[in-house]
């Protein structure tokens, strides 16, 4: 249902950079968090290096397709000062609330994958500002306080696979005072056993509509035996509570098909983690005419880009027979 860029993939390896000696020739890029200021998008990438090390690069374009990629990792300030060994970050998803850009991702430490915060004003300095306690990936702030508390969805690792990997099937809503300290509040929705998405976790930043909170979230069949196939759905949430799921598409909306989402480093993988709509009303209503360009990682590789309109996203909401 989403429609592929022609050209994709927007973003391979071959566009990274050497940086020094940190990055050199790496092995991929993926997953990026996305965000429009003013009349520049950027994306935070996700660069995998031969060591298997993972950096944050910020990609600029002014037309969401052709993007230049800095020469040096994001540095967050700060983050030196957090008492654990951290591994990896990874899987920025970005969110504007009134006075900055926060970023929420994955940080891989020696006690467990915990969601990391660090906010920017101005896409140059970044600064750390927190880490959870618990174990929980696929962490997405909402743009505004629902009911005067800021609030996200976020997937808490609550399953453990075959290999020892821990992961979730159930999306909660929780939230927080101050962006630092979070509360799971309740259950939003849970993976659909036999089905495309057995396994879930949300993708990027939900949209306001008139109709609701549009959400994009991935999913995991995992029942075909040697790999785990990663597909795109999409549901829409009460705007006042979004713990309320008011539809949930049946069918996926994206799926891997083409060669860069079916073979590459994870195959069978297509992850969305950046979205940017193009209008808004006056109220701060996404328009249902308006384009959404969808980011996301393909098989761990490269980045595609897809789109629909917001219309078209609602319409999905409500299609297939799950
Ligand atoms: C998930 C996350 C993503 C990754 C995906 C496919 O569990 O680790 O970062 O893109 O698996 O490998």
Same mark, same amino acid.
């Given at each position: +249902?989403?429609?592929?860029?022609? =050209? ?8 990274? /950079? ?5 990055? %050199? ?9 996305? %965000? ?5 998008? *950027? =994306? ?6 031969? &060591? ?6 910020? &990609? ?11 020469? !040096? ?6 983050? !030196?000062? *957090? ?26 430490? !020696? ?18 500002? &927190?880490?959870? @306690? %618990? ?8 743009? @505004? ?20 990997? +821990? ?13 630092? $300290?979070?509360?799971?509040?309740? /259950? ?28 994009? *979230? ?40 083409? +060669?860069?989402?079916? #073979? ?5 993988? #297509? ?6 709509? !193009? @209008? ?17 990682? &393909?098989?761990? $590789?490269?980045?595609?880009?897809? $789109? ?15």
């Amino acid at each position: +249902m989403l429609k592929r860029y022609d =050209l994709n993939p927007i973003i391979t390896r071959k566009d990274i /950079p050497n940086v020094g000696n940190l990055i %050199i020739d790496p092995s991929s890029v993926f997953n990026p968090g996305a %965000i429009k200021v003013g009349n520049t998008y *950027y =994306l935070i990438l996700r660069v995998q290096t031969r &060591a298997r090390k993972t950096y944050f690069l910020l &990609a600029e374009s002014s037309n969401g397709i052709n993007f230049s990629i800095n020469n !040096e990792p994001i540095n967050f300030k700060g983050i !030196e000062n *957090y008492g654990k060994k951290i591994f990896h970050l990874y899987d920025a998803r970005i969110t504007h609330i009134n006075d900055g850009y926060y970023i929420q991702f994955a940080m891989d430490t !020696e006690d467990g994958c915990h969601l990391g915060l660090v906010k920017t004003d101005d896409f140059k300095s970044f600064y750390f500002i &927190a880490a959870d @306690e %618990i174990d929980s990936r696929n962490g997405v702030i909402f743009p @505004e306080k629902i009911g005067g508390k800021f609030v996200r969805f976020e997937r808490p690792n609550q399953v453990k696979l075959e290999n020892g990997t +821990m992961t979730g099937d159930k999306i909660w809503l929780s939230e927080s005072d101050d962006l630092i $300290t979070w509360n799971l509040v309740s /259950p939003v929705m849970s993976g659909r056993f036999h089905y495309w998405d057995e396994l879930i976790g949300s993708g990027p930043t939900p949209i306001k509509t008139q109709k609701g909170w549009l959400h994009i *979230y991935h999913g995991v069949a995992t029942h075909f035996g040697s790999s785990n196939i990663y597909q795109a759905g999409v549901t829409l949430h009460d705007l006042n509570d979004p713990s309320v799921v008011i539809a949930r598409s049946g069918d996926n909306i994206l799926e891997p098909r083409e +060669m860069y989402e079916l #073979v590459g480093q994870v195959p069978n993988v #297509v992850f969305p983690s950046g979205i940017i709509v !193009e @209008e808004f009303d006056e109220n701060g209503f996404a328009k249902n005419n308006s384009e959404v360009k969808v980011y996301y990682g &393909a098989a761990d $590789t490269s980045i595609g880009l897809a $789109t629909a309109t917001v219309e078209e996203l609602i319409n999905a909401c409500y299609q297939g027979d799950i």
